[in-house]
Structure formats: structure tokens, C-alpha cells
């Protein structure tokens, strides 16, 4: 996935009410937009460089949008409305393994009433994660309490008994990172839930990208461990 402009290089000053973000640019304070309603742990130090798109749209209230910080040598995309876009990139251009085969591919599939999920490919249902956090250089997911990701689990092991194919995939938008568990620490009732998915049938996957200031993509597959 490219960016559609040229990226503003600045450093972080602060992040505020979750949506919002101070950057200084040549000097110059800048509000963006904050597309993370994580807790972007581990992200936020004072002085990290960033890197923030501009909308010419004039609706928008807020020009600017953070979309990468840099954590030590580390490129991290933080922007989780571009996660379906890359793995949408690397469906269309095989770069997934376990759907380099699938044809079909539907974007925001409604599997019920109350629940949809990012792909349907074929018959395989996937479901897209954005991972940000990183510690003791293990890529780490959930940053925070997920409900709905919780519930996302128990639905693909529904999926099962409707002859559907379900898969998560750890979007790891974390430059040079090899490995991937789940917070356990964080949501336990998630990493429960993940357990029992697995045992099910539920296919984990996840894959890190190359993020630099021109386009963010899959690169490849990553190990996943359960006891880290």
C-alpha cells in the first residue's frame, strides 16, 4: 500500500485525548489526528520522529494524521485504518501463503446481525489485527482490553460448524521483528479465548511489512509463540 503524498517528517510532543496528537514540524506545532484507539504502549516517548500524512479534504477538521512513529531504530505504523488496505494489497498480489490460491476476495463480509468480519476469500473468513506493541523485541497483541476482539474469536469458532475456513492474521506493523505472542498479561480473557479458538481450528497467523515514509506492505510470515 503507497501513501497517495509524500509524508511530513516531525517529533512527537504529546498524545492527548486519545484523538489527538502534538507534532513539531520545522519549528511549527501541528495537531493530527490520532487513528489508534489503543494504548500505543511503549509509542510515545517525547522526541520520537514521526511521520504524518495531510488531507486536502475540506470537511476535515483536523488536516494531519499520524501515521508512523519511529521506537528506537524501528519503523511502526500506528494508523489502524490502513491495516485493511495492506492486507487487502497483499491478498490481490499473493504475498499471504495460506491465501496466495483464493480468488474471491470480499472486503467487510456480514457473517450475522451483529458481526462482520474484514475478508471473506472463498471460503476461508479472515479477520485483521494491527500490532504495535513490542517488548523484549517480541511483537505483542492486544495493547489493551479487547471485548471485541474477544468476541471475534468465539464467532470464528462458530464459523466452523458453517463449513467456513476462519483465520486471524497478526498484522505486524513493527519494521525488523521476527517473533509474535499473545499479551497474556494484558487480557487474559483473550488469550484464553485464543487458546480455545486454536484448539478448534482457528488458523493464527501473522506477518511483519516493510514501513518506510512511501508505502507500507506485507513482507512475510513471522514465528507465533504461545508462551512468551
Not at 513493527?174 to 488469550?191: C, L, Q, R, T
Request: one cysteine or more.
Amino acid at each position: 500500500m503507497k501513501f497517495t503524498s509524500t509524508l511530513i517528517k516531525g517529533k512527537l510532543i504529546k498524545r492527548y485525548k486519545r484523538f489527538f496528537v502534538d507534532i513539531k514540524v520545522n519549528n511549527k506545532i501541528l495537531t493530527a489526528h490520532c487513528p489508534n484507539t489503543g494504548s500505543m504502549m511503549g509509542l510515545l516517548d517525547q522526541g520520537n520522529d514521526v511521520w504524518i500524512s495531510k488531507s486536502d479534504d475540506p470537511k476535515r477538521k483536523l488536516k494531519f494524521t499520524l501515521e508512523i512513529i519511529k521506537v528506537g531504530k524501528k519503523m511502526i505504523g500506528v494508523n489502524t485504518h490502513r491495516a485493511n488496505k495492506i492486507v487487502k494489497h497483499g491478498l490481490e498480489n499473493k504475498l499471504i501463503n495460506e491465501f496466495m490460491l483464493n480468488k474471491n476476495i470480499k472486503p467487510e463480509y456480514k457473517y450475522s446481525d451483529d458481526t462482520r468480519f474484514d475478508f471473506l476469500c472463498d471460503d476461508k473468513l479472515l479477520e485483521v489485527k494491527n500490532v504495535t506493541l513490542i517488548r523484549k523485541n517480541i511483537a505483542q497483541f492486544p495493547d489493551a482490553k479487547t471485548e471485541r476482539g474477544t468476541k471475534h474469536l468465539i464467532k470464528l469458532k462458530e464459523s466452523i460448524k458453517k463449513k467456513f475456513k476462519p483465520f486471524v492474521l497478526f498484522l505486524t506493523q513493527i519494521e525488523d521483528i521476527n517473533d509474535f505472542s499473545i499479551a497474556k498479561d494484558i487480557d487474559k480473557n483473550y488469550y484464553k479465548n485464543y487458546l480455545i479458538a486454536k484448539k478448534a481450528g482457528v488458523k493464527f497467523l501473522a506477518y511483519k511489512c516493510v514501513i518506510n515514509s512511501k508505502e507500507i506492505k506485507i513482507k512475510e510470515k513471522i514465528k507465533i509463540f504461545d508462551d512468551k
